[in-house]
Antibody, heavy 120, light 109 residues
Framework: QVQLVQSGAEVKKPGASVMISCTAS????????LNWVRQAPGPSLEWVGW????????LYSQKFQGRVSITRDTSANTAYLELRSLTSEDTALYFC?????????????WGQGSLVTVSS | EIVLTQSPATLSLSPGERATLSCRAS??????LAWYQQKPGQAPRLLIY???TRATGIPARFSGSVSGTDFSLTISSLEPEDFGVYYC???????????FGQGTKVDMK
């Protein structure tokens, strides 16, 4: 079965960077993209970006353009989200999620979430 | 930019009752909308996609419908495990355009 396992919680100071990982199993990693979605206290959901696990091509929400990078390592079946210049508004639970089917416009499989806390 | 507006914010019901949740899209992108359920401490779970198709393993008491840019999720008879927060979601014509509604909390009366 499809599983997405994320790295653990992080505590960062304002201005720092954070990198969280998402390791996939149970399917052909390179055949699907992986999305990153965050959930701040609030509590709605916000799409951050996507990586084509096969080619490494990326798409980012305009909101995060310039301070986000999503990469992947096909040998480790792992995708990474790096967010730079952190502020308290980046405090959130970050999920990786795989799309459903060929269009991949719906998120069918989710990781357990990685809590990022930004605090001085 | 797509904006999804969900109503009501909270729905207080008893097990066995019918729940109807609404999601209005600010612009039409066809019947390409999903519903998710989220329980405390868990990731969202895909319930419905393409407005009315149940995802794998989702019980038949969950159904979705659409009329223009107005989408609905109906739970025909609430089970105790159905209480939680429900979100609608669309991806627009541009691949970077994703939108989620603000959520409807279904709690026990």
């Amino acid at each position: 079965q499809v599983q997405l396992v994320q790295s653990g919680a992080e505590v960062k100071k304002p201005g720092a960077s954070v990198m969280i990982s998402c390791t996939a199993s149970g399917y052909s990693f390179s055949s699907f993209g992986l999305n990153w979605v965050r959930q701040a206290p609030g509590p709605s959901l916000e799409w951050v970006g996507w990586v084509n696990a096969g080619t490494g091509d990326t798409l980012y929400s305009q909101k995060f353009q310039g301070r986000v990078s999503i990469t992947r390592d096909t040998s480790a079946n792992t995708a990474y989200l790096e967010l730079r210049s952190l502020t308290s508004e980046d405090t959130a639970l970050y999920f990786c999620a795989r799309g459903r089917g060929g269009r991949q416009i719906y998120l069918e499989h989710w990781g357990q979430g990685s809590l990022v806390t930004v605090s001085s | 930019e797509i904006v999804l507006t969900q109503s009501p914010a909270t729905l207080s019901l008893s097990p066995g009752e019918r729940a109807t949740l609404s999601c209005r899209a600010s612009q039409g992108v066809g019947a390409y909308l999903a519903w998710y359920q989220q329980k405390p401490g868990q990731a969202p779970r895909l319930l419905i996609y393409d407005a009315s198709t149940r995802a794998t393993g989702i019980p038949a008491r969950f159904s979705g419908s659409v009329s223009g840019t107005d989408f609905s999720l109906t739970i025909s008879s609430l089970e105790p495990e159905d209480f939680g927060v429900y979100y609608c979601q669309q991806r627009g014509y541009r691949p970077t355009e994703w939108a989620f509604g603000q959520g409807t909390k279904v709690d026990m009366k």
